[in-house]
């Protein structure tokens, strides 16, 4: 089985070095490079092509949120997580705007194999202490939408919540009792019919919203 390439940032190279041996004890991931400043992610993503980009918040020059949204503006693509000691309400906000698949504390290191294989799976994964504050997050910042003016059916509906609750396109079809393709079509109705641009600003809008 060929492995996932895995790109590692962070300012603190012991936390790098930390963080490279507990990956590459998975027989599944591979680090192919790693670096120590934000400025640092797009040029490396160019040039691995990595299947996941790892990255801390807090780094000099350019911090990961600035360089997610570089390597995101180009490459809409790029699974990117963020990992950090800081589950900051603002940190939290800026990252599900800016579409990253996952936002992880690094007290939570000991579930990070599996956060990237469920975001390599079309989840977004966060961390126990990040999900606790999602709800009050997005209720501080919630507005009412009708979802049926949008066009939005009542299976098209079901979809969304299940999106947002991130389970995965194959989890939806064995959920709603539908095929795989049909759940493929859909989402791409949805973010048509709401002009977003996936998965992960869907499941914000719904929670939004």
Not at 73 to 87: E, G, M, P, Q, R
Not at 140 to 164: M, N, P, R, W
Request: overall charge negative; hydrophobic content about 45%.
């Amino acid at each position: 089985m060929e492995k996932k390439k895995i790109i590692i940032i962070d300012d603190d190279e012991l936390i790098t070095m930390s963080l490279k041996m507990i990956l590459q004890a998975d027989d599944e991931f591979e680090v192919v490079a790693e670096g120590h400043d934000g400025s640092k992610a797009l040029p490396l993503y160019e040039e691995m092509k990595p299947d996941i980009i790892l990255m801390d918040i807090r780094m000099p020059k350019m911090n990961g949120l600035e360089a997610a949204k570089e390597v995101l503006a180009k490459y809409k693509d790029a699974v990117i997580l963020l990992l950090t000691t800081f589950s900051d309400e603002e940190y939290i906000v800026q990252a599900l705007k800016i579409g990253v698949r996952g936002y992880l504390l690094k007290q939570d290191y000991k579930a990070l194999p599996e956060s990237l294989r469920a975001a390599m799976s079309g989840q977004t994964v966060f961390g126990g202490a990040v999900v606790e504050r999602i709800p009050d997050i997005m209720q501080s910042k919630s507005s009412s939408f009708d979802y049926s003016a949008a066009g939005i059916t009542d299976k098209e509906y079901a979809v969304i919540q299940l999106v947002a609750e991130g389970l995965s396109n194959q989890e939806i079809a064995d959920k709603l009792f539908l095929s795989l393709g049909t759940v493929r079509n859909y989402i791409s109705v949805i973010l048509e019919k709401l002009e977003i641009r996936d998965r992960t600003q869907l499941a914000i809008f719904y929670l939004k919203h």
